[in-house]
């Protein structure tokens, strides 16, 4: 148990208290009030209340490891984007809701090359996430495939991971190149994760949506699935399927594609990539992968999922540091 500043009720005698189960705090909400926190005046009536409480606190611990992947796996991506940045970003504007992200355009006949994101440019981390994510949402699900398929069985997360292709109707900002194309018709693809809880824990499977480039739209990274369905008025263009992409898919997608219909509208960005770009695109994804098989640092990853909420933060910042490391120095 964990004490706190703010005095609550206790959950068997109703008497003021200050200790929250550690267990269970800090869970994402499912449905409205079921994450709230819970409160003991002593460990005396935690442990007399422990076989009520149990399945849902188990269900909430289970919560709150799914959230801490997931912010890992955001994490996973921002990473490789600060270290492998597209563009040549000069200024960032925001109006109406629209992030107008200005970069000086290669010169004709020079040759691609990724820069470190200027940090400088954008001190909002909101704002930077969103410009990280800018055009993200494929590859956003490719890069992770590898890295989601480890992660939620190492978090002791029950769970199965499909994709699904939405069409978002409703979304808080969007990005856009100057220059650059408008894009008119958003594609976003997300996962849907089904939470299937073990028998011993009597709760009904829940479904969630974890939106690894979503920063993009100003959608939230992890929601339940009909909430967030609901809230971007979201049609389902394809799936849900199977969540099998590598950390290539997109990129052989993309180039199979575009042999097969040069002029397609989804690929008029992708179209002006030379390829110098697909190359080194590809050889930083197969970098990302090798980290993941590798596992160098990985236990740091591993460990930051367990542990209390107080530890959490200073993990997290231990794991950046050792993927980054990785991608900066092999
Ligand atoms: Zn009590
Ligand atoms: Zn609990």
């Not at 006949?109 to 909101?126: D, E, I, Q």
């Not at 997360?157 to 018709?185: A, K, M, Q, S, Y």
């Not at 967030?228 to 993309?254: M, Q």
């Not at 960005?269 to 990985?298: I, P, T």
Request: glycine fraction near 6%; charge should be positive; charged fraction near 25%.
């Amino acid at each position: 148990m964990s004490s706190t500043n703010t005095t609550q009720t206790c959950a068997l005698c109703s008497k003021e208290a200050t200790l929250r189960c550690s267990g269970c705090g800090d869970s994402p909400e499912y449905r409205l009030g079921d994450a709230l926190d819970t409160f003991y005046c002593s460990r005396a009536c935690q442990r007399e209340h422990r076989p009520t409480h149990k399945s849902r606190c188990k269900a909430k611990g289970l919560r709150v490891k799914l959230g801490r992947a997931v912010i890992m796996l955001r994490l996973g991506m921002l990473t490789y984007r600060e270290i492998f940045y597209d563009l040549n970003l000069t200024k960032v504007e925001s109006r109406d809701d629209v992030l107008f992200l200005h970069h000086k355009e290669p010169k004709p006949g020079a040759s691609f090359k990724f820069r470190p994101f200027p940090n400088h440019l954008v001190t909002n981390w909101v704002i930077q996430h969103a410009v990280l994510c800018h055009n993200q949402s494929i590859a956003a699900i490719a890069l992770l495939g590898r890295l989601a398929r480890k992660l939620f069985p190492d978090a002791g997360v029950p769970c199965t991971l499909e994709t699904l292709d939405l069409h978002l109707g409703n979304f808080g900002v969007c990005t856009r190149t100057v220059p650059g194309p408008e894009h008119t018709n958003i594609i976003h693809t997300v996962i849907k994760v089904t939470l299937s809880f073990p028998p011993n824990i009597a709760t009904e499977p829940e479904a969630w949506v974890i939106d690894p480039a979503g920063c993009q739209y100003g959608t939230p990274i992890l929601a339940p699935y009909e909430e967030y369905i609901a809230a971007h008025k979201c049609r389902i263009l394809n799936g849900p399927s199977a969540y099998t992409a590598t950390e290539t898919t997109d990129v052989d997608d993309f180039q199979s594609l575009l042999e097969l219909s040069p002029h397609s509208e989804i690929l008029n960005e992708m179209q002006n990539w030379d390829s110098q770009r697909w190359l080194l695109e590809r050889r930083a994804r197969m970098k990302f992968a090798a980290w993941v098989d590798e596992g160098s640092g990985y236990h740091v990853w591993k460990r930051a999922l367990d542990g209390t909420s107080h530890e959490w933060l200073e993990k997290l910042r231990a794991s950046k540091s050792v993927i980054r490391r990785f991608l900066l120095t092999r």
